[in-house]
């Protein structure tokens, strides 16, 4: 026993012994010859000092400060960087920090959604109403809808938005959603050749049966002729008339919900629509007006979006992009440019960071007409069709129906008929002529090639709906023209406005044009 802790104690010296030995060469060894080296310089000095004379000495002098300050700076710059390495350090860092906690607030965000919807299911079981229909939370008491269903569906099974490393979370699961079922639609077999009057009709009586939502006939006429001029559709007139109502139960009809975005009062540009790539967290923020526009591109049937109280702000700020791209007549033009930078992964339907808007999508923008919103510019109301609801609608008692799943393509194909079928007529498009001179004699108002555009392909379809052909020029007239008459003078123009009503007399007769004689006589009302 005593052999073997003189051993461990003659291991444990030597060890140690051996590693500062080692310590030894590795560091001082190499430092030994140094304090020599100082004595060589030193009589090197000596040696030669004694006849450097008065400029040996000035250089002398001279070359030792600069080799003072050459240290000095070589101390400096290993100083400043270090300061800089230290400081991209702390920014780093700094940075990660501030991306987790942006990752958190997301999850944090989402959550709380998923709460509040909770809390509106509940609400809304107490109400009778069906999960995926919610009441707007805007102002508005009309009902309406934002897809919760199908955003809560899309996030369990594409995660928590911000938990994927890809740069448009909430679009990649829209790709997954679809992935896997089928888009498909059909016609149910007792409406296989169903016109575009029956579809009027039925939808009318759906949602009078159904959702307890009244609308008259020339409304829907209206309303399915307009889908069937343009993509951009306003319904305006007073709070709670029933224009959320309208989108909303007609997207039930097609059993395909519409999707409600709600305007507020700070938008100012498109980013306020369609989201933007923050460059901090190196993800595209995505907005449900995009993903909404992104899923419809799946999808064969009617897609509606709600831009609810769209004139809350300057439509012309956050909407101006869409009101050019949706004037190109080639529909194939119509991309919207996301990103600048397209990568692999980022979702299918994106080409070159581009979205194109698909054919299938009409927007729906509902306005108030009260001292808290911005007037609707005559650029607008060029572009879009307005319809104008001043009442709400009257009950009556309808047969119980039910919905109609619409593939896009049939609509589109009961349109293109009516433009075959109802063209019209040349005797109309005279008087039509004739009453434009006129107006641009009395008022200096012209129509312009939009608006007879607009014309040729609305009358059409408003008589396929079940209307007739000067009812629908009448709606036009009415819409179009004599809406622009609220901007001029009419207190100056009261004996323009009494020709302009005889002369629809003579051009069309006495019992037409009722839509435009009672908007002309409400101008002689006003103006005493």
Known sequence: MENYFNYLREMVVAVLSNFGRWLNQRWAVPWAD??????????????????????GWFFFVLFAIFFVAAIGALVFLIYWLLRK???FYRTEIDRERLREEVQNLQIELYNATQEKNRILGLQLDSLGLSP???ISVGGSSEISTSSNAQETEE????????????????????????????????????????????????????????????????????????????????LEGISGTGKTSLPYALGK?????????????????????????????????????????????????????VLDEMNIARIEYYFAEFLSIMEMPNPSAWNI???????????????????????????????NNDDSTFTITDKVYDRAMSLFFDNKGIAFEAPFTEGLPLPFEYLMKLY?????????????LEKFTELDDFVIQHFKLAFGNRILKQLNAFVPCYVATGGTELEGVDYIFAT???????????????????????KLTKLFGKAEFKMSKAKIAGFLKDVG
């Open 34 to 55: 140094v304090p020599d080296d100082f004595v060589q310089y030193g009589i090197i000095f000596d040696n030669f000092a004694s006849g450097f004379g008065f400029w």
């Open 132 to 134: 995926s229909e919610s």
């Open 85 to 87: 390495y230290i400081k």
């Open 253 to 305: 009809f097609f059993q395909n919900n519409c999707t409600i975005c709600s305007v507020q009062p700070s938008w100012r540009d498109r980013s306020e629509l369609l989201g933007f790539y923050n460059d901090f967290t190196k993800k595209f923020t995505e907005t449900e007006f995009l993903r909404s526009i992104y899923e419809s591109t799946f999808r064969e049937d009617i897609n509606l979006i």
């Open 155 to 234: 996030t369990e099974e594409g995660g928590v938005p911000g938990e994927k490393d890809v740069r448009f979370p909430r679009l990649i699961a829209v790709d997954e959603k679809y992935a896997e079922i089928s888009t498909h639609v059909e016609l149910p077999a007792d409406a296989t050749d169903i016109s575009l009057q029956e579809i009027v009709e039925r939808f009318r009586n759906y949602a009078a049966s159904q959702l307890k939502l009244y609308y008259t006939i020339p409304a829907m006429r209206a309303f399915f002729a307009s889908m069937g001029t343009g993509k951009i559709i306003i």
């Open 480 to 502: 179009k023209i004599l809406k622009k008459f609220e901007s001029l003078n009419i207190a100056h123009l009261r004996d323009d406005l009494i020709e302009l009503d005889a």
């Open 416 to 428: 293109a008929e009516a433009n075959s079928n109802f063209p019209i007529s040349g005797k109309t």
């Open 337 to 367: 440019d996301l990103i600048s930078s397209p990568q692999k992964d980022d979702p299918k339907h994106l080409h070159d960071g581009k979205l194109l808007i698909p054919q299938n999508v009409w927007f729906i923008g509902t306005a």
